[in-house]
């Protein structure tokens, strides 16, 4: 089968290169075209447009930026017209897939969804249009499941991709990262500051900032893929900081605790049981834009969102100040709280309905186009 998926950032690229592999257990034969990164590259196939060159954040910057977007919608629709698969698959991505899933549904493509927009946080007139457009949604949270059962239409949970991630990945011993990295044997603090410029400009510095008040720790950066050192290393000032890239799974399995930007991270860190502080910060203008599509939903983490209840303090716009995450650093370096994460962190886990995500989801793609 010819298989056409589109994914928008990191996190897609990483889910998307992990369902290739196992759609092609379920198709040996499977060819690929998609919209991804390295990753999904790496599994085979032909990447139409790399993340990198379409990774526009908030609303100001989606204005400024509007032209080449409606560029790509038209190179995408042409370039599925071309390719005519069998399926297609749309992985979160929302403001691009589901303009493009409208148009594909039309023109009678079988159309899929794994991982899910967040209809549940913001706009869920938008369920209407999906009820309309894709044929079948694979879903990654249990609580979306349950969303989308109060509107009428049926999803599959399929459990979390990330618990596949984690654990098929290949382990280095704490040592040998250590050695491998230049690090001392001192405690790390992992800092998480996102992937994309705007964010980690906004971000790094704050989180930088708590380093000469923690001597007796190591603070690594933990380099996005879609990001060169060069940018980075503006705010680096201090001698015990470390840059490490694309290796963000290693140093989590070492860290003592991390300061992660919200978004996928936040599980990630979790589910690595790392103590950690959600922070965002975005543009006043972003920012007032959003908070008024969420006023329904007490939470930004995933890992609060998931467990419904506050598991980890998150410090948003004004509340992300250096005072503000000493005070919270502290917190998650004191021992009777890091106990009680723990205890969370692993119920969270059982939540996530164990491993298999991407053989289930492959699975029922696969099913759907041969029945």
């Not at 410090?315 to 919270?328: G, P």
């Amino acid at each position: 089968m010819k298989y056409y998926i589109i994914a928008g950032e990191a996190s897609g690229d990483l889910h998307g290169s992990n369902l290739m592999k196992a759609l092609k257990k379920e198709d040996p034969k499977a060819e690929f075209r998609f919209w991804g990164g390295d990753l999904m590259e790496a599994v085979g196939g032909t990447l139409v447009k790399h993340y990198k060159e379409r990774s526009f954040m908030g609303f100001a910057e989606v204005i400024m930026n509007i032209s080449a977007i409606f560029k790509d919608f038209d190179l995408c629709k042409t370039d599925i017209s071309e390719y005519q698969p069998d399926a297609i698959v749309f992985i979160d991505n929302s403001g691009f897939n589901l303009r493009i899933a409208k148009w594909a549904k039309k023109e009678g493509f079988k159309t899929n969804y794994y991982i899910s927009p967040q209809v549940w946080a913001s706009r869920a007139g938008r369920v209407k249009d999906i009820k309309r457009d894709i044929d079948a949604m694979y879903v990654i949270l249990p609580f979306v499941e349950t969303f989308y059962k109060t509107h009428n239409y049926p999803v599959t949970f399929v459990g979390h991709p990330l618990i596949d991630a984690i654990s098929g990945r290949e382990q280095i011993s704490e040592t040998a990262f250590r050695v491998e990295n230049e690090l001392s044997e001192k405690p790390i603090i992992a800092l998480l500051p996102g992937s994309r410029k705007q964010e980690i400009s906004k971000m790094l510095s704050v989180m930088l900032s708590l380093t000469p008040d923690y001597p007796n720790y190591q603070f690594v950066i933990a380099g996005a893929p879609s990001q060169d050192y060069d940018f980075y290393k503006q705010f680096i000032k201090n001698s015990n900081v470390h840059f490490i890239s694309n290796k963000t799974y290693d140093l989590l399995s070492v860290a003592s605790a991390a300061l992660v930007t919200s978004g996928t991270a936040t599980l990630e860190a979790a589910l690595f049981k790392v103590p950690e502080v959600v922070c965002y910060k975005g543009s006043w203008l972003s920012y007032q834009i959003g908070k008024r599509l969420v006023k329904h939903i007490k939470y930004i983490s995933l890992v609060n969102l998931i467990m419904d209840k506050e598991v980890v303090t998150e410090l948003i716009q004004d509340d992300f100040t250096r005072k503000n995450l000493k005070i919270e650093l502290d917190k998650i370096l004191d021992q009777s709280t890091r106990n009680k994460l723990f205890l969370d962190y692993y119920e969270l886990e059982k939540k996530l309905g164990g491993k298999g995500a991407s053989a289930k989801t492959a699975q029922l793609i696969y099913k759907s186009l041969i029945t």
